[in-house]
C-alpha cells in the first residue's frame, strides 16, 4: 500500500487496506497469513499429528498466525497514510535530502595519512585537496577506546588544498573526512590509522630475531593459507608500569587477523617470577605443551592470551583465576597488547622474572595449542619439513614442546633450548634490571 501511494496509486492502496480489513477475524487482529483454498476441517480427535488439520476456512487466519500485532500495525500505518496522503513514516529529512532534492556531489582526495599507517604523535595532520571554498570536516574516532572522537573542520584554499590538525588518542583510530561545498554537495574518505602509545614507564624491552620461528630450528607452519609467515615469530617483548596496572606487549613478524579474531592464530605464555614469592611451579600452562620452566624463574603467576579466551591464574595446586586480563591486537602495529592490575599481579621490580613462549591456538585442543605431526598437515605444526633429516625428525610429534618462539636471555640459543633429542626441554627466562 505505501508503493502505491509512493506512486500516486491512493486506489490502490484503499483497496489493499479494504482487503485487510476484511481479513479480520477472531481475536480482531489481522493475521499474518490466510487461508487462500477451499475450507479445511479439522482432523477428529486422536489423528496423526504429522497429517492432521487444526481446520482452515477460506479467507480466515492460517492457523496459529492469527494472533499477531505487527499486522495490525501495518494496517493502521496504511490508514494513516491514506488519510494524510503521503507514508506518514518517511523522515522528512531523508525525504528532503534523497527525494525533493538530489544530493550533489564533490571532488575530495585525501594524501596523508596513509591508510593503516602507524603515527608517532597528536595531533595528526590530514592534508588533501578539493575544490576551492569546500569546508572539509574531520572527525577522528578512536576504536579502542568507546569511540572516542574529536573533530576538526578547514575550508579549502583557492587552489583547493587543505591542511587541518585533529587530536588523537592511543590505539586505533578511524579518521571520516567529508568535504561540503557551499550548495551542500558532498564527498567523503575514510583512513584507518594506529597511534602506538602506551602509558606508563617502560620497565623491560627485549628484542628477537626475525626468522627463528621455527623452534628448535625444524619446525614448519601449518599448510593453509590462514597462517601468514610471521605470525608466530616474535620481534619484540615490552613490559610498562602503567601505574593501577602493568602492561605487556608482544610484537610480531606478522598479526593478520585470522579465523575472525586480530590475533587468532596465537597463543602467548608469560610466566611470571617474583623472588621470594610462594607457591611457584616450574610446569607449563599444560603438561601437554612438553616443557618446563627453569627453576630460577619458577613462576607464581601465569597470564596467557589468544583470540579467543584468556587464562590468568596462580601457582597453587588448584589454581586460582586472578582476574581479567584485557587484550588487545592491532594489525598494523604488530604488536599484541594485554594488561592486568597490580593488585592482582604486584608491582614489577628489578629482579623480576618473565618467560615468554609463543605458539599457535586451537580452540579444539585440550590444552589450547596447536599440535605437532611429523610434517606440516593443513592445521598441524610439522616438526620437520618433508625429507628432513634432523634428529628430531624421528621423535614422537606428540612429545616435541609447543613453542614456536621464545624470549631468551643472553648466552643462551633458542635451536639449543627447544631440542628435546638434547634432553628435557626447560625454558630460561629474561630478568627486569
Known amino acids: 500500500g505505501e508503493q502505491d501511494l509512493a506512486t500516486h496509486d491512493n486506489e490502490g492502496a484503499a483497496a489493499l487496506l479494504l482487503g485487510m480489513s476484511r481479513f479480520a477475524s477472531g481475536v480482531g487482529l489481522i493475521p499474518e497469513q490466510d487461508w487462500e483454498l477451499a475450507d479445511l476441517p479439522p482432523s477428529p480427535f486422536g489423528s496423526d499429528p504429522t497429517i492432521a488439520s487444526i481446520g482452515f476456512r477460506n479467507g480466515g487466519p492460517a492457523g496459529s498466525a492469527a494472533p499477531l500485532t505487527w499486522s495490525a500495525a501495518s494496517f493502521v500505518r496504511l490508514a494513516g497514510d491514506l488519510d494524510e496522503g503521503r507514508n506518514v513514516v518517511l523522515p522528512k529529512a531523508t525525504y528532503q535530502r534523497y527525494v525533493k532534492h538530489t544530493q550533489g556531489e564533490t571532488t575530495l582526495a585525501v594524501t596523508s595519512p596513509a591508510d593503516n599507517s602507524s603515527i608517532s604523535g597528536s595531533p595528526v595532520t590530514v592534508t588533501g585537496t578539493t575544490a576551492p571554498g569546500n569546508t572539509v570536516y574531520v572527525a577522528a574516532t578512536n576504536t579502542d577506546a568507546n569511540s572516542a572522537t574529536t573533530l576538526a573542520t578547514t575550508i579549502a584554499g583557492a587552489s583547493g588544498a587543505f591542511s587541518v590538525d585533529v587530536a588523537i588518542t ?3 583510530s578511524v579518521l571520516n573526512v ?3 561545498s557551499p550548495s551542500g554537495a558532498t564527498a567523503h574518505a575514510q583512513r584507518t590509522i594506529v597511534f602506538d602509545f602506551v602509558p606508563g614507564q617502560l620497565i623491560l624491552d627485549v628484542s628477537d630475531p626475525d626468522g627463528d620461528d621455527n623452534g628448535p630450528g625444524t619446525y614448519q607452519y601449518p599448510t593453509s593459507d ?3 609467515a610471521g605470525a608466530f615469530d616474535i620481534q619484540r617483548f615490552q613490559a610498562y608500569d602503567a601505574g593501577s596496572d602493568v602492561i605487556f606487549r608482544l610484537k610480531t613478524r606478522d598479526l593478520t587477523p585470522t579465523f575472525g579474531s586480530p590475533l587468532g592464530a596465537q597463543l602467548v605464555d608469560v610466566y611470571v617470577h ?5 607457591p611457584t611451579s616450574t610446569a607449563a600452562s599444560f603438561a601437554g605443551r612438553n616443557y618446563t620452566i627453569a627453576p630460577a624463574f619458577a613462576w607464581s603467576r601465569l597470564i596467557e592470551v589468544q583470540g579467543f579466551g584468556q587464562r590468568y591464574i596462580d601457582a597453587n ?3 586460582n583465576t586472578l582476574g581479567v586480563v584485557n587484550i588487545s591486537a592491532n594489525a598494523v602495529s604488530r604488536f599484541i597488547t594485554f594488561r592486568v592490575s597490580k593488585a592482582s599481579l604486584g608491582t614489577p621490580a628489578p629482579g623480576w622474572g618473565l ?4 605458539t599457535g591456538q586451537d580452540g579444539f585442543s585440550s ?3 596447536r599440535g605437532f605431526q611429523p610434517t606440516p598437515q593443513e592445521f598441524q605444526f610439522g616438526v620437520c619439513a618433508p625429507g628432513g633429516t634432523a634428529p628430531i625428525c624421528s621423535v614422537d610429534p606428540n612429545t616435541v614442546p609447543k613453542a614456536l618462539d621464545v624470549i631468551t636471555p643472553p648466552g643462551v640459543t633458542q635451536p639449543i633450548e627447544l631440542d628435546p633429542t638434547l634432553g628435557p626441554v626447560v625454558l630460561q627466562g629474561v630478568t627486569i634490571p
Not at 274 to 278: F, L, Q
Open 274 to 278: 617474583v623472588p621470594g614469592a610462594a
Open 178 to 180: 567529508v568535504a561540503v
Open 226 to 228: 590462514n597462517f601468514h
Open 317 to 319: 595446586s588448584i589454581p
Open 170 to 172: 592511543g590505539g586505533t
Open 355 to 358: 618467560t615468554v613462549v609463543l
Open 367 to 369: 590444552d589450547q595449542a
